[in-house]
């Protein structure tokens, strides 16, 4: 039996009440798909959350938001989706591939005879529209299109986070639904046993702004006291190219690119990287880039939006001095 359904859906992921950002992202992402069909986005919320009905003003035709969810419990939210799921018969449903997301997907597509693509970069449709994911491989040589073929089911997706822009609130408005998760057929396999926040002060690179990143060009670990010391004059989130991880300069929490961390930040600033294609994977969509390198014709400072050639041990206490100065 063919995909019937009609409409794209997006899961909208919550953390203790707080919906994630990475909501917008998919909004933005289903947009598209369904604009191309001229159907509607219809957002799931997994749990109530503040903020939950601003998905509504973002482009989300309709909010439903599931209750009696537990925190984390991957087979509840997975089992609550696909009720819901064969009630509302979407075409599509989108989630985020972040760790929640990579394990309620593919019980999603168990649960509903889907045919599951992973980890997009971006979303397309074919000539019959049918959902076609765009992925990386071969370290982010080659980009892979994947058909996702459905038998019964609705197509699913899971989409990178910032492979998207965050949908602005728009003044449109949807409608928003309180309907208890049916969680009756969930296996209940895991448990949630305890939280444990974060208790770095660091800015997470995943939500920053702006990013100052450096890389191997910094020589040795006491390179990131002086990109620190940057990041914290221009309030920015402190990220790193592979080498720098792979060195034991910084933990892997920091690594951007396609084994790392994708951002989309305003600002990028790479230190001592030289732009190999598997970092350029993780943060090319950034607004502005700038450049701090000694070797003119490496890739980073020919994308770069302003390539500053130069040794990073001269340059960024000049910069910093500068923003000092600037701010009196
Ligand atoms: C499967 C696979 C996955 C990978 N995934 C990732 C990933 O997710 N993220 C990632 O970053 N890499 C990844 N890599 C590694 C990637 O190929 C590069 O090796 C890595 O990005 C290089 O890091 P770098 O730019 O810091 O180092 P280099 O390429 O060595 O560049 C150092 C740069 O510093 C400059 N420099 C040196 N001294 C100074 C100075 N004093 N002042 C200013 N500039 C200076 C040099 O001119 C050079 O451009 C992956 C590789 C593979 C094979």
Redesign the pocket.
């Known amino acids: 039996m063919a995909n019937t359904g009609s409409g794209v859906w997006v899961v909208a992921e919550t953390r203790r009440g707080k919906l994630l950002p990475t909501a917008f992202e998919l909004v933005t992402a289903a947009k598209s798909i369904a604009s191309q069909r001229g159907e509607t986005v219809t957002a799931v919320v997994l749990g109530a959350a503040e903020g939950a009905e601003g998905l509504a003003s973002a482009g989300a035709a309709k909010v439903l938001l599931l209750e009696g969810l537990g925190e984390f419990a991957d087979d509840a939210c997975a089992a609550a989706i696909a009720a819901a799921a064969k009630a509302g018969a979407p075409r599509t449903i989108l989630l985020s591939s972040g760790v929640f997301g990579r394990s309620v997907a593919p019980r999603l597509a168990v649960a509903l005879n889907s045919g599951l693509g992973s980890d997009a970069v971006a979303l397309e449709l074919d000539a019959e529209k049918r959902l076609v994911v765009k992925r990386a491989a ?3 040589n080659v980009t892979q299109k994947v058909l996702v073929k459905s038998q019964s089911g609705p197509e699913l997706a899971t989409v990178r986070p910032m492979a998207y822009p965050r949908s602005a609130v728009n003044g449109s408005h949807g409608t928003v639904e309180k309907v208890q998760g049916d969680v009756s057929a969930a296996k209940g396999r895991t448990r949630y046993a305890s939280f444990a926040a974060d208790a770095s002060p660091e800015l997470d690179i995943g939500a920053a702004e702006k990013i100052v990143s ?6 040795d670990p006491k390179g990131f006291e002086l990109i620190r010391a940057l990041a914290q004059a221009m309030g920015a989130a402190v990220g ?7 060195s034991g300069w910084i933990p892997y929490k920091h ?6 961390r994708s951002v989309r930040p305003r600002l990028y600033m ?10 350029m ?2 943060m090319k969509s950034s607004d502005v880039i700038v450049a ?4 003119a014709d ?1 890739p ?2 020919k994308a770069a939006n302003y390539a500053v050639q ?4 001269k ?1 960024i206490p000049a910069l910093i001095d500068a923003i000092k100065q600037a701010r009196g």
């Open positions: 071969y370290a982010g450096g890389g191997r060009g910094l020589g790193a190219s592979r080498a720098a991880v792979d690594q951007v690119g396609i084994t790392g790479a230190c001592g990287i030289s732009g190999q294609i598997q970092h994977g993780g701090i390198n000694t070797d490496c980073m400072m130069g040794d990073l041990y340059v």
